[in-house]
């Protein structure tokens, strides 16, 4: 048996419990087949790049297969017979990833610094950095004064003058 990851997108109108369905669904046809589904990866509600089918978000979901390819085969069929899902990729991998994907990986590490909620200090969203990194700065003028002197700007005249003197 071959190793594939599969990612596809369910409609927006769905709920996520029906998007988990979907997933179980389609992994139920993998088994059926002969096949196994290592991982199964809800990445959620996302926005998409462009338009698909007057959808502009979707529910991504990854599934990571041990499967005949007549498995996965019949899995893509009854993909593209569902109306709920909007596109899929299935690839074939050398081997299985066991850890989490990248996805859910930027996700953990962006509850972890506080996205998401909570004080975002604007109307527009979060800060660039910490508060006490900003806090603890010197004010402008003390900064523009301590920094190295910049050289005189170059004028015309004198790259005139060096290519006379070459």
């Known amino acids: 048996m071959a190793f594939y990851e599969c990612v596809f997108i ?30 199964k990866e809800m990445w ?4 998409m790049a462009y338009r698909i089918k007057k959808n502009r978000k979707g529910h991504y ?18 993909m593209r017979l569902n109306e709920d899902v ?9 081997e299985l990833e ?3 994907s990248v996805v859910v990986q930027s996700r953990h590490s962006r509850d972890d610094r506080g996205g998401r909620g909570g004080d975002r200090g604007g109307p527009r969203g979060g800060f660039r950095g910490d508060r006490e990194d900003r806090d603890s700065r ?7 004064a301590s920094a190295p002197a910049s050289p005189p700007p170059s004028t015309p005249q004198d790259s005139d003058n060096k290519e006379s003197e070459a």
């Open 10 to 39: 369910a409609r927006q109108d769905i709920s996520a419990t029906q998007a988990e369905a979907l997933a179980d669904q389609f992994s139920g046809i993998i088994e059926e087949n002969g096949g196994q589904v290592g991982k």
């Open 61 to 78: 979901i990854l599934l990571n297969l041990d499967a005949p390819a007549a498995a996965v085969h019949e899995m893509e069929r009854t």
């Open 44 to 47: 959620g509600l996302r926005n």
């Open 138 to 144: 010197p004010p402008r003028e003390q900064r523009e």
């Open 86 to 94: 909007l596109r899929y990729l299935t690839v074939r991998v050398p």
């Open 98 to 100: 066991t850890e989490p």
